[in-house]
């Protein structure tokens, strides 16, 4: 995953507890959540308006 291992993971939450604190940490962890949340839900949302091709629409070999 990017070459990103362990230590270097250890290392960003530790640069990332000092910025913003122990107390906002719960606050960034609920709202990247409900990012993500929001983000699956749109795409299965934009998945089932979207029909499936049916076999007529395919045109024969040979046509363009």
């Not at 979207?50 to 629409?57: F, K």
């Amino acid at each position: 995953m990017f070459g990103i291992g362990m230590p270097e993971l250890i290392i960003i939450l530790i640069i990332i507890l000092i910025i913003f604190g122990a107390g906002k940490l719960p606050e960034i962890g609920s709202g990247i959540g409900k990012g993500i949340k929001n983000f699956k839900k749109a795409t299965n949302e934009a998945k089932e308006e979207i029909p499936p091709p049916s076999d007529t629409d395919k045109k024969p070999d040979g046509e363009a």
